[in-house]
């Protein structure tokens, strides 16, 4: 659960092309021109897991490939090696982003660019309870994830060595 919980949010954050439209657009047409692949995207990654019941974060990290539409290869690399792969082919029908319609999207400005994602879909409501994009000013590339849990839980995931084709 946990898994499906970061990979849904790693998507949404550098997939950001499945929302359209909210009220700062310049900013949000602009986060998806730097991060968005026309084909693929290939990342390191490095997370940060925090719960009520852990003494101090987990730390984790790996790789993650992309493939438009809908594939997806998420490698855990340390401390323990394990590999996902959406390919589209899931017993209940291909994989979908969220759109616009599944979250309250709001734009905060500060130092970086916030783009906070609140589910309103009933089934993203029982996984995340926040979803929060830090994105560079000057250049709108996506810095970090931040995934707000249910239970007092968060994930931070920060992206590194992201190339893009």
């Not at 996506?142 to 249910?150: A, M, N, S």
């Amino acid at each position: 659960m946990k898994m499906k919980t970061h990979l849904l949010a790693a998507l949404v954050a550098l997939l950001a092309g499945a929302f359209s439209a909210f009220a700062q657009e310049d900013v949000w047409e602009k986060v998806k021109e730097v991060n968005m692949p026309k084909e693929s995207l290939q990342a390191s990654w490095h997370r940060l897991y925090s719960s009520p019941l852990l003494q101090e974060p987990m730390e984790s990290e790996g790789t993650v490939l992309l493939q438009q539409p809908d594939q997806v290869r998420w490698e855990t690399l340390k401390p323990i090696q394990r590999v996902t792969v959406l390919d589209g082919k899931e017993p209940k029908g291909k994989f979908r982003l969220p759109t616009e319609r599944d979250f309250k999207v709001k734009v905060l400005e500060g130092d970086t660019y916030t783009v906070q994602l609140d589910p309103v879909r009933r089934d993203l409501k029982q996984l995340v309870g926040q979803i929060s994009l830090t994105v560079e000013k000057n250049t709108y590339k996506l810095l970090k994830v931040t995934i707000l849990g249910l239970d007092g839980d968060w994930t931070q995931i920060e992206f590194t060595n992201v190339v893009k084709k």
